[in-house]
């Protein structure tokens, strides 16, 4: 079954840029239906859409964060990847990568997850 | 942006009981609203889609309901394994998803 695997540095200095991979297993991340997203999770709170990228390249952010984020795909490695720059303590989370089952573009719900990566912003 | 709102934040209840979560939007999204469980330590998980559609494998207990701005999510009788934070996300507009709403057992 489809399986997505978060990859990246777990600590990241304030002003830095965060950098995160998610490798997609048992599925094409070429697939026509879907888009693949990213969500975050600060320690003890909600959930918070990043964004989501096709496999061609067009991508949808969270007008919150889109000034820092770039999501970029690879189709010949089967994987998506997410930049956030000029990070703060703020953005200490733990990063999901999922499916995203998109009914009209950018819209729809996530299924499966990856198991998440937590990255902290410290110096 | 549209907002959603769940309710109650927490909640206690005992094996066997049926337990409701609320979640209202802050504008009509139709029936464009998705339930997740989340475990402790654990990704979420999907739980149903379209307001009422249970996802493939997930146990009949589970069921949501409403359109519009108004939506509940019902679990028929709780069980043990059924602790876990539970939200909402609507895609009427790009996603957003509730607050969270903190299952326990008592």
């Known amino acids: 079954q489809l399986q997505l695997q978060e990859s990246g540095p777990g600590l990241v200095k304030p002003s830095e840029t965060l950098s995160l991979t998610c490798t997609v297993s048992g599925g094409s991340i070429s697939s026509s239906s879907y888009y693949w997203g990213w969500i975050r999770q600060p320690p003890g709170k909600g959930l918070e859409w990043i964004g989501s990228i096709y496999y061609s390249g067009s991508t949808y952010y969270n007008p919150s964060l889109k000034s820092r984020v770039t999501i970029s795909v690879d189709t010949s490695k089967n994987q998506f990847s997410l930049k956030l720059s000029s990070v703060t303590a703020a953005d200490t989370a733990v990063y999901y990568c999922a499916r995203h089952i998109v009914v009209v573009t950018a819209r729809g719900w996530f299924d499966p997850w990856g198991q998440g990566t937590l990255v902290t912003v410290s110096s | ?106």
Request: charged share 15%; glycine share 8%.
């Open chain 2, 1 to 106: 942006d549209i907002q959603m709102t769940q309710s109650p934040s927490s909640l206690s209840a005992s094996v066997g009981d049926r337990v409701t979560i609320t979640c209202q939007a802050s504008q009509d999204i139709s029936n464009y609203l998705n339930w997740y469980q989340q475990k402790p330590g654990k990704a979420p998980k999907l739980l149903i889609y379209d307001a009422s559609n249970l996802e493939t494998g997930v146990p009949s207990r589970f069921s949501g309901s409403g359109s519009g701005t108004d939506f509940t999510f019902t679990i028929s009788s709780l069980q043990p394994e059924d602790i876990a934070t539970y939200y909402c996300q609507q895609y009427d507009n790009l996603p957003s998803f509730g607050q969270g709403t903190k299952l326990e057992i008592k």
